[in-house]
């Protein structure tokens, strides 16, 4: 009986936990099956809870004002909003392929990048290890680093935002 290697099991499951990928199933040529699943497989249950659509769920709260923290509600609420919008003014800085994220050339060195330094077109960002070759991600464009939102080594997917670039800082 072929085994899988343990090593390659457990970063399966680490990529898979960083992903938005519910599960996987992997088959050898030798008739060996490995599933890895976020959620637990339910053969034959019984489903006890109600499904509550998710508009009620979120205007519960709002038809009751009199409630306390109403208001402290209601103000996190609209620090959300501001937040929110001050992003949408960031350049995003995208994954343009799957891989492993690292943010300096050797785990030794100094990173590419850190929080408010300001960085031009063409400047290295990060690397991106995709079937062990090492593609460096160079900057589109010049601007202040807002924020790093990819943990150093850890799996990254195509599209997932690396950085936010203020291009007016």
Excluded: W
């Amino acid at each position: 009986m072929t085994m899988f290697d343990l090593r390659y099991v457990k970063k399966l499951v680490e990529m898979l936990d960083e992903s938005s990928v519910d599960s996987i199933e992997i088959s050898s040529d030798k008739g060996v099956k490995i599933r890895i699943s976020k959620t637990p497989q339910q053969r034959g249950a019984i489903q006890m809870a109600p499904q509550v659509p998710m508009q009620q769920m979120i205007a519960a709260p709002a038809a009751a004002p009199s409630l306390p923290g109403a208001a402290a509600a209601a103000a996190a609420a609209g620090d959300a909003a501001k937040v929110a919008e001050a992003k949408s003014k960031f350049l995003e800085v995208k994954s343009p392929m799957v891989g492993t994220y690292y943010g300096a050339p050797e785990p030794s060195a100094k990173p590419y990048l850190t929080v408010g330094e300001r960085i031009s077109k063409g400047q290295i960002l990060c690397i991106i290890e995709a079937m062990k070759i090492m593609n460096e991600i160079e900057s589109e464009f010049d601007g202040v680093v807002k924020e790093i939102l990819a943990p150093n080594g850890h799996p990254v997917e195509y599209g997932q935002v690396l950085f936010r670039i203020d291009p007016n800082g």
